[in-house]
């Protein structure tokens, strides 16, 4: 799995990184969420890893291949996110009070 991070890296920002340990697994079932409208039938599981970037000095987040969706990549200091809107809004917490005592997480958001 820690192979399909780094690829990911590589393709949505661009920048190689060292792949930590697994820290979250969050999954998201869209009938049970405020976007039950549009979401009813998605369902997701998403892996959260601790991953540090192997050039921190890297300006450029631009991959080869990113998401159709993806709009840009920004870093955010671990001490800002409570100044962002972060889905789900739990991992920032989690992150903040540097809380990795629980994996999995269920449905989340």
Same mark, same amino acid.
């Given at each position: 799995?820690?192979?399909? *991070?780094?690829?990911?890296?590589? !393709? ?14 969050? !999954? ?5 969420? !405020? ?9 997701? *599981? ?24 993806? *709009? ?11 100044? *962002? ?25």
């Amino acid at each position: 799995m820690k192979d399909s *991070v780094l690829r990911e890296c590589l !393709e949505e920002i661009g920048q190689a990184v060292t792949v930590g340990e697994l820290m979250h697994i969050r !999954e998201y079932i869209g009938k049970n969420h !405020e976007f039950a409208e549009w979401d009813a039938d998605y369902h997701q *599981v998403e892996f959260y890893f601790a991953c540090s970037l192997i050039d921190p000095a890297a300006t450029s987040y631009e991959g080869s291949n990113p998401d159709n969706h993806q *709009v840009g990549v920004e870093w955010i200091p671990l001490e800002d996110l409570s100044k *962002v809107r972060l889905y789900p809004k739990r991992i920032g917490e989690m992150l903040l009070a540097q809380d990795s005592s629980k994996i999995y997480l269920g449905d989340l958001n």
